[in-house]
């Protein structure tokens, strides 16, 4: 999931919104101990693609990470209180074994957090959360999302068993679009006539499956969707939604990235957009630089993406990490403040209750200076402390926004089960697997 990324980085045309800030920015600089706000908060990132890692490195996140961004040492450093693990089906490399592939990652995290029941813990609930987090002896809780409604192949009855297995929020989409709806990395080309991009957005599957998923107590992800689908999601969704790793579109041109309207729309609902560190969903210079370095060396970057797809040998990875690194040094790496700008900046047109964070660690081959591992945390806490955030604010992008979205998510959930003859509802239609 992470060099077939840079190629996404370059699909930048999606138009901007204009949607009118209903918050001024903070400005005057935190009198307060930022650290101990750090040390004190549920910190919650919602976004970790670090399961293929268990299953195709055979990683341990008991020993080193080395170059990749996730290990138990670096998550304590950061004070990390719940990761959603990504449970990411590749469409490509895994066609016609969707499920089996996410059942692999899904058995992975739980065979890691076996290993190391002194550090971490299964988690299935908001009040999980707390508990984890509570007591002498803190864990860190781990969660699974289901990043691509293609994993459940149009199929009720396996979003059912995800979530019997721990899946508590499903992306409607990747970067390909699936029965369930628009992708927003498959657009179809403008209309020649209009100039305009065709846009179908959700299905009639995906939006049952949205209202099964609030039955569930599932958070519905509307990262990835094309911008109908989104619309089209909290529309039909009575629960909050989340963007699990999204950044804004005002500021970085990309079609992943959330418009102004979008935020206002996600604030309006009672949701929360979870900032992407991706470098190419949070600068322009660097999708500028990232397509100038493709566009002078396609062949290194053709070789670069057979590796990354082909079955893994020392002597291959070797010869991808060597590309990278030359890829890496030429393109250079957003500033930090790049990263803060778009946090800013999605408070300021959502809210300070509407935003919190959703790295991609390990599912990226960037990160903005700074940011080199879940240990980095706290200099964001830093640095919204320094641009004028107050402890509240501050305890609210960590994780408190996202704990308040899972526990409404799980209240509505509460609401629809209980209301009326709930078991004769209309079954959702099983659709054959492609």
């Known amino acids: 999931m992470t060099i077939i990324r840079i190629a996404a980085f370059v699909a930048c045309f999606a138009l901007c919104a204009t949607a009118q800030s209903p918050q001024s920015s903070p400005h005057k600089p935190a009198s307060f101990d930022w650290k101990q706000v750090h040390n004190s908060a549920i910190v919650v990132d919602t976004h970790a693609d670090t399961p293929g890692r268990f299953v195709d490195d055979k990683f341990d996140p008991g020993s080193d990470a080395g170059q990749h961004h996730w290990d138990l040492k670096r998550a304590h450093a950061g004070n990390l209180g719940a990761e959603f693990f990504s449970i990411w089906v590749d469409p490509e490399t895994n066609k016609d074994r969707y499920v089996q592939r996410a059942m692999e990652m899904i058995d992975s995290v739980y065979e890691v957090v076996r290993r190391h029941p002194d550090e971490m813990v299964m988690a299935f609930s908001s009040d999980d959360i707390y508990s984890a987090r509570t007591g002498p002896h803190k864990k860190i809780a781990i969660l699974l999302g289901l990043e691509g409604g293609h994993a459940i192949e149009g199929n009720t009855r396996l979003l059912r068993d995800y979530y019997r297995l721990g899946v508590r929020y499903m992306t409607l989409t990747w970067a390909n679009s699936n029965e369930l709806g628009q992708s927003s990395g498959d657009l179809p080309k403008p209309d020649p006539a209009t100039g305009r991009v065709p846009d179908p957005g959700l299905t009639d599957l ?18 990835h969707v094309s911008d109908r689908s989104f619309f089209n999601a909290i529309t039909v969704s009575r629960a909050p939604l989340i963007a699990s790793h999204s950044s804004s579109r005002a500021i970085t041109n990309h079609p992943r990235n959330m418009t102004d309207d979008m935020l206002v729309a996600l604030a309006r609902n009672g949701g929360v957009a979870q900032v992407n560190y991706n470098c190419g969903f949070i600068s322009d210079d660097y999708i500028k630089r990232s397509k100038e370095y493709q566009d002078a060396h396609p062949e290194e970057f053709k070789r670069a993406q057979e590796l990354w797809r082909a079955p893994q040998t020392p ?21 930090f403040t790049a990263l803060i700008d778009h946090i800013d900046h999605m408070v300021k047109v959502a809210g300070v209750d509407h935003v919190g964070l959703g790295s991609d660690f390990d599912g990226v081959e960037c990160l903005p200076e700074g940011i080199d591992s879940v240990a980095d945390l706290p200099r964001i806490t830093e640095a919204l402390a320094q641009r004028g955030y107050s402890a509240d604010d501050l305890r609210k992008i960590l994780g408190g926004n996202l704990l308040r979205v899972f526990a409404e998510v799980e209240r509505v959930a509460f609401q629809i089960q209980n209301e009326k003859n709930p078991d004769t509802r209309e079954e959702i239609p099983i659709q054959p697997a492609k």
Do not use: T
């Open 315 to 335: 002597e291959g990875r070797a010869e991808l990490e060597k590309l990278m690194a030359d890829y890496n040094a030429a393109v250079g790496r957003p500033p």
């Open 206 to 223: 995906g939006r049952n499956m949205v209202r099964e998923m609030n039955r569930l107590g599932m958070m519905v992800d509307i990262s």
